[in-house]
């Protein structure tokens, strides 16, 4: 059967490509990738998480927290990534020519989300057309649009995530609910929706859900003219023509995250590009250790192998007299308080004579066995927290009333917005997060990249309207 091909959608006054660059934080995606897409008649998407200013030399500013709090940290914070989206914007809106359409995307559970967004949008009137929001549940997101009258596009990945959206808040500002992002949380890259009612081992089929959520939609009078943006997973859009043009399913319209990584417009480093290239299939982990509690998908690096050794080490640990037949750990420091079961003593006595000496509490009554060195790393970069989550898992920050969780902070997990800023800016992928949609292999067998191609955005946005 051939490719159906697409036809322009109306959006923000304008006919654009029903084609959406997915928002990448931290600095994945900025003024270069998106003002191109959008140059090439799709929808360009800033990531404002976090995003890059720049001196007068157009080097980007280093993101820097000599403050002594993590409060004082976290305002900082706030200011780079006010003043870097706010650039970030200004500069694609000009690539941009004035075609296509600029979106900016936030992660509502990161840190000042609502303080962030209403800056970005105060500094650039007129410049952005939508706000992507996903990663957690944007309850203000519909209130924030209407003051700042720009189109919202909420992130969900179950129609029931979107029917307690639309029912406590954006059935009250329907006229700019401009389309809902279904991201499929087996497929998608970065953090995902799966909930608790999901099996992360057992993807399912995306057109029953997608269905589902336009069913809500309908159900709810949401108009027709709003479209469902499938996120995750697309590559060929041959491979979506039963999609296209679908009564059932309304108007569709298709996010790409991982394709536009392998662009000369593309701002991640050359580094991370080749390592694109020598994805596998299954090289991509459905995951649960970022701090913010969300899974989330990347690639299998030896960062993310660390995370997963490190949560094997681990044991159940209990006071004295708690559980019976326990022992203590040791008879020496810390360990002689911690009682533990004799078979798992031997474990950790084994870890213990590989080097993996220091025992770090969890929240969850356990222990895991890291170096002295790896353990070093941890308690810096849980005293360095700069804030960037509402909630971090990993540093026990909470971004409001007394600043933290009130859990122990998590040594199973690992400070994202280092990561993710090192990555972005020339550092090792291997000692790195990697974000990747589950498709990313894709590099390796799509002849479009064959002998070290790399396109532009307007060459692969022609590509992928042929359906390839």
């Known amino acids: 059967m051939s490719f159906k091909g697409l036809s322009p959608i109306v959006y923000g006054g304008r006919e654009v490509w029903p084609l959406v660059e997915g928002g990448k934080g931290v600095s ?31 080097n980007p500013v280093p993101q820097l927290y000599p403050q002594a709090t993590r409060k004082e940290r976290h305002e900082q914070l ?4 006010i003043d870097g989206a706010t650039e970030q914007v200004k500069r694609a809106h000009e690539i941009s020519g004035g075609n296509g359409a600029i979106n900016i995307n936030v992660l509502w559970e990161m840190g000042g989300a609502q303080a962030v967004l209403e800056g970005v949008l105060e500094n650039c009137p007129g410049l952005i057309t939508g706000v992507t929001c996903g990663a957690g549940m944007p309850y203000k997101l519909a209130e924030i649009a209407a003051r700042f009258n ?33 991201e499929d949380p087996w ?36 108009s027709e003219d709003t479209a469902i943006v499938m996120a995750g997973g697309v590559w060929f859009l041959r491979e979506w023509n039963d999609w296209i043009d679908n009564p059932e399913l309304g108007k569709i319209a298709f996010q790409f995250g991982t394709r536009p990584l392998l662009t ?16 596998e299939p299954g090289d991509v982990l459905l995951h649960k250790f970022s701090p913010t509690g969300f899974y989330s998908s990347a690639v299998k690096t030896p960062f993310l192998y660390d995370l997963m050794h490190r949560s094997d080490r681990q044991i159940p640990i209990f006071k004295r007299d708690e559980e019976e037949g326990t022992i203590p750990l040791s008879d020496h420091g810390k360990g002689k308080y911690f009682w533990v079961h004799p078979g798992d003593q031997r474990k950790a006595l084994s870890w213990m004579a590989e080097g993996f000496t220091e025992a ?74 990697a974000f990747a949609g589950h498709a990313a292999y894709r590099f390796k067998q799509d002849p479009f990249y064959s002998n070290n191609f790399t396109p532009t955005v307007k060459q692969l946005v022609d590509r992928i309207l042929t359906g390839d």
Not at 78 to 81: D, G, H, L, S
Not at 264 to 272: A, F, L, M, T
Request: charged share 25%.
């Open 187 to 222: 497929l998608a890259g970065g953090h995902n929706g799966l909930s608790n009612a999901e099996d992360p081992t057992k993807p399912e089929d995306p057109y029953p859900r997608v269905k589902a959520l336009r069913d809500t939609m309908r159900a709810e009078g949401v």
């Open 360 to 433: 770090l509490k969890t929240p969850d009554n356990s222990v895991v066995f890291v170096t002295p060195e790896s353990a070093e790393v941890i308690r810096k970069d849980q005293q360095d927290c700069m804030g960037c989550l509402s909630h971090c898992g990993f540093s026990s920050w909470k971004d409001h009333d007394d600043f933290t969780t009130g859990r122990l902070a998590d040594p199973r997990s690992f400070c994202i917005q280092k990561t993710l800023q090192d990555i972005a800016h020339g550092g090792d992928p291997d000692e790195n997060l």
């Open 28 to 58: 994945a995606t900025n003024h270069m990738s998106s003002g191109a897409w959008a140059a090439a008649g799709g929808i360009g998407t800033v990531s404002a998480v976090n995003a890059d200013s720049y001196d007068e030399d157009g």
């Open 78 to 81: 706030i200011r780079y990534a």
């Open 150 to 182: 720009v189109h919202y596009l909420p992130i969900v990945s179950s129609a029931r995530a979107f029917r307690a959206l639309w029912k406590r808040s954006y059935s009250k500002v329907p006229e700019l609910l401009a389309a809902v992002v279904y």
């Open 264 to 279: 000369e417009e593309s701002p991640i480093p050359q580094v991370w590009k080749d390592m694109l290239r020598t994805v």
